[in-house]
């Protein structure tokens, strides 16, 4: 039978439970100054190695901010980090699940156009300015695809802050991100970026005018169509790569 030892904790991980249990014993808030490096590493007789890395630690799970030459301070739990530190659990499933990135996509696909319907209830001039700000950076940002894809993103965030609701906007960059892993091959063939201003433009025009069907049908037309058409131009790419010569460039 093959060995399987259970891994022992790090020293880091007990202090980060010793440093999170004393926040809530001592009824610390948000912006409270946590003690220094020096008089943590002493009230738990650990190195400061130890301690660093359990502040970092709990800075990258947003319990905590870390400012240079300041004591570490009490962070306000927002939803933004909670799904931030599952980011990484996320993707494993989704890596190792058979039907995980197919249950993700049609998540997304329900959860958006409910938002899209609920930005049309609420958008205010101001919001619609800003949301055809949003499209015109995207426009703008060709042919840089790094930041295109970024101001995708930027796009679909600002429709779910328009909704009011706090939730919707971490949600909305959280599930971007996770399915970024899987097609940044995809929406940076060439010409898809066209096909995706079409869809976001459709998008935008039912928002102003303020017309939740058609932003509902734009919506479901972008996530869904939009997938079905980056897999013909990236099997199109492998076909023209395995029969003709590359293109060197112009």
């Known amino acids: ?44 007789c650990v190195g400061r190695p130890a301690v660093r890395e ?88 060709l042919p840089d695809m790094v930041q295109f894809v970024n101001c995708d993103m930027l796009f679909h965030s600002e429709i779910a802050r328009i909704t009011r609701n706090s939730i919707f ?11 970024a892993e899987f097609y940044t091959h995809l929406v940076r063939v060439p010409g898809t970026e066209q096909l995706t201003l079409q869809e976001h433009a459709a998008i935008l025009a039912a928002i102003k005018a303020r017309d939740s069907i058609r932003a509902e049908r734009a919506m479901t037309e972008h996530l869904t169509r939009a997938n079905t058409l980056y897999q013909r131009f990236a099997e199109r790419q492998v076909s023209a790569g395995a029969s003709e010569p590359r293109s060197q460039g112009s």
Do not use: C
């Open 169 to 179: 906007p971490a949600l909305s960059e959280a599930m971007f991100g996770w399915l």
């Open 54 to 141: 359990a502040l970092q630690n709990m800075a990258r799970m947003g319990l905590i901010r870390l400012t240079q030459g300041e004591r570490a301070k009490v962070a306000a739990p927002t939803f933004a980090n909670l799904l931030n530190s599952m980011s990484l659990t996320t993707s494993g499933i989704l890596r190792s699940s058979g039907h995980g990135l197919d249950h993700l996509k049609e998540a997304r696909l329900l959860f958006e156009v409910n938002m899209v319907r609920l930005a049309v209830e609420r958008a205010t001039p101001e919001d619609i300015e800003k949301l055809e700000q949003r499209f015109n950076d995207q426009q703008n940002s």
């Open 1 to 44: 039978m093959m060995k399987e030892p259970i891994e022992r904790r790090r020293l880091y991980q007990e202090v980060m439970d010793r440093i999170i249990a004393m926040i809530e014993d001592e009824g610390l808030r948000p912006g409270d100054p946590l003690p220094a490096e020096r008089e943590l590493s002493e009230r738990y």
